[in-house]
């Protein structure tokens, strides 16, 4: 029973949380910067966000295996445990739990709907419909270069703006435009996993950006992204749309360098998982540096 548990564990890809944590963090962080802040409503919001992220980890793999995107010779399946691939986790089964977890994530989305208004609903929907539709058919954009474009605005505007809302019943241009780069770096993940696996996913006959590309416009374009967030710090510490302590986030500088110089060598299995520890590290920084602005 431990190692049933253990699968449903893994296959949920919890460390993948932490993105989603920094992005209602932020909302939160920006709100409370313009007012009283409600402890209650930000952990159902977190709570919410999470579970649906949850579930977008599960469909997403079961429709790979589905489609035969996901194999046990795919590099994803190399550095990560992977127990759909491995047969550990039956795929009904998976289906079944993400649509559980859907359902959870629904219902905090309604009770937040009713204490804060409509809005919550639209963006909730929006969320909703972008998860499912990300490898499900019809549809399955993924496989048509919108991936990263998705993961920007779920993990940027969407979840920011969303965890704004809720807090103060409106939304902030500001909230925004501090959004951009946490979003950015979020996105990079994906693109980091579709450079690693552009001679997969050719086989496959589905497209993304790194396909479109190439290995090396796709890198430049990898590099451009890195660079944008810290310039995008420097432009909204000038415009005085984020404070000094901003500044913050370059201590996560050294690691991004470091991914560059191992991804211009050659682009490793386990290109996503350093890009997210970049998103990770970025984020945190963020996320301290707006919360010292808000308590000083």
């Known amino acids: 029973m431990t190692g049933l548990y253990r699968n449903w564990f893994l296959a949920s890809r919890p ?3 932490i993105m989603t944590a920094i992005s209602i ?32 980890n599960l469909i997403n793999d079961y429709y790979d ?19 759909l691939v491995e047969g550990k986790l039956l795929p009904k089964n998976v289906r079944n739990a993400a ?28 969320g909703v419909l972008a998860s499912y539709a990300y490898t499900a058919p019809p549809v399955s954009y993924k496989y048509l270069a919108l991936g990263e474009f998705s993961v920007f605005l779920m993990w940027g505007p969407l979840m920011v703006e969303g965890a704004y809302f809720v807090q103060r019943r409106s939304l902030s241009a500001e909230a ?26 050719k086989g496959k006959h589905i497209k993304t950006i790194a ?17 944008l967030p810290y310039a995008s710090i420097l432009l909204m510490i000038a415009l005085g749309i984020l404070s000094f302590w901003s500044l913050g986030v370059f201590f996560s500088l050294p690691i991004a360098v470091k991914i560059l110089r191992i991804m211009a060598e050659k682009i490793p299995n386990d290109a996503d998982a350093r890009t ?21």
């Open 15 to 17: 460390w993948s949380f």
């Open 25 to 56: 963090g932020v909302g939160g962080a920006v709100a409370a910067t313009d007012g009283p802040f409600f402890w209650g409503l930000f952990a159902a919001t977190l709570a919410g966000a999470v579970f649906l992220h949850a579930a977008t």
């Open 65 to 83: 295996v589905q489609t035969g995107v996901d194999t046990v010779e795919a590099a994803t399946a190399q550095y990560r445990p992977h127990p």
């Open 99 to 126: 649509f559980i977890l859907f359902f959870a994530g629904a219902a905090i989305g309604l009770w937040l709907t009713a204490a804060r208004g409509w809005p919550v609903l639209a963006m909730g929907i929006i």
């Open 176 to 201: 925004l435009w501090i959004s951009i780069p946490f979003g950015v770096i979020v996105a990079l993940v994906l693109l980091a996993n579709n450079l690693r696996d552009i001679g997969h996913d």
């Open 211 to 227: 396909i479109i590309l190439g290995p090396k416009k796709g890198f430049h374009l990898y590099a451009l992204l890195i660079a």
């Open 276 to 296: 997210a520890q970049l998103d990770t590290a970025f984020g945190i920084l963020l996320l301290i540096s707006l919360i010292a602005e808000a308590i000083l």
